[in-house]
């Protein structure tokens, strides 16, 4: 792209230091462990695979005074996927294929002329689980087809999400972090070899509040969950904590698409860090023009054809995976967000990610045992 790496976007080494290789590793345990897995986490007894959402290694190395139990863990960086975004990193992370290949390509997208909200799993209709089901969207099975149990929030039970990402394992519902551990803590007595976890604190606050006091506090508490964890669990038994995506502060600096530019422009799907153009019929051309001209300054500007070419996606895209593919992404290189006025929520979203920056890239992949 004409860049030098200081200024080009991260694109995952889907081959090695990755999340979407910590499972399988997890699970098949090779004798040749990559360098990136601390050995504590293949030669114990019991895992707990526990993803702390919204979690980046930068955010978490600028503040180790408030971490000091994750900091005194075993490990190091690993990259997620891209986009950077929760409903891409956790597919990968469960199914251990890259995002060309699972087809959950972004938070929100394009499915038969619709855009799928896949955390929500609505479209403008409404409740689409019925209309898209999400075990056709998402065919691989999570956990190479083990059925492990799976801790989290209650409430994401019947979600379209989990159908998408965790169907077939056993779902252990959640409604305080206080549960988390006593349900780990539970099922690792039940000699469970290995156990899945998710706790989306870090995240929500991100989103809400960005990365001042609020973050802090809200790391600190995730710190104590991870200490209390480890408490918890017999000895033994590890502990392997890592995250789908760092965040950016990004405030009131949201970008509407340039007037220039919405003409060519059929529809957007993806995200504010992450926005994906589709090109009215023959515009494509025009449209990589215009966008370049408007946001080449806090964007990059690529096509589908160079994610494709590029790897960005992993080193296969299928032909589903690249039909819910936008034809001009704007992907935030500034500490900026593309806002399209149908990709709304509760609140406005001061913490964000999707990009390639590194502070969204990078996560921890850290090992303690307990």
Known sequence: MGEDAATAPLVPDYGGACIANVVPTLLERPDAAPDWMPAA???????????????????????????????????GPIGTVLPTTTATALTSLATGT?????????????????????LRWTTAAGDARQTIPPQKIQTHLPFLGQRPPVVTRAEFARTGFTLA?????????????????????????????????????????AHEYGLGEYYDAELAAADELVAKMLDAVPTGTAVVVVSDHGQVDVGPRVIPIGPDVIPHVSMQSGEGRFRWLHARPGHGAL????????????????????????????????????????????????????????????YELIGRHGSATSAEFWVPLLVATG
């Open 287 to 346: 449209l990589v023009d215009a966008a370049t001209a408007a946001h080449g300054a806090d964007g990059w500007v690529v096509t589908r054809e160079q994610v494709i070419e590029e790897g960005w996606f992993g080193p296969r895209v299928s032909a589903e995976a690249a039909s819910r593919l936008g034809d001009v992404a704007l992907v935030a290189r500034t500490d900026v967000a593309f806002i399209e006025p149908t990709d709304t929520g509760p």
């Open 98 to 118: 890259t995002p060309g290949d699972h087809g959950v390509v972004g938070y929100r997208i394009h499915v038969h002329g619709e855009v799928l909200n896949i």
């Open 41 to 75: 986490a293949l030669e114990a007894d019991r895992v707990v695979l526990l993803l702390l959402d919204g979690l980046g290694w930068e955010q978490l190395q600028a503040r180790r005074q408030l971490a000091p139990t994750l900091c005194a863990m075993e490990g």
């Open 165 to 205: 990402h965790l169907d077939g394992t056993r779902f252990v519902g959640y409604r305080m972090p206080s549960s988390l551990v006593t349900e780990v803590a539970r099922l690792t007595r039940a000699s469970e070899p290995f156990i899945y976890s998710y706790y989306e604190g870090i995240d929500k606050v």
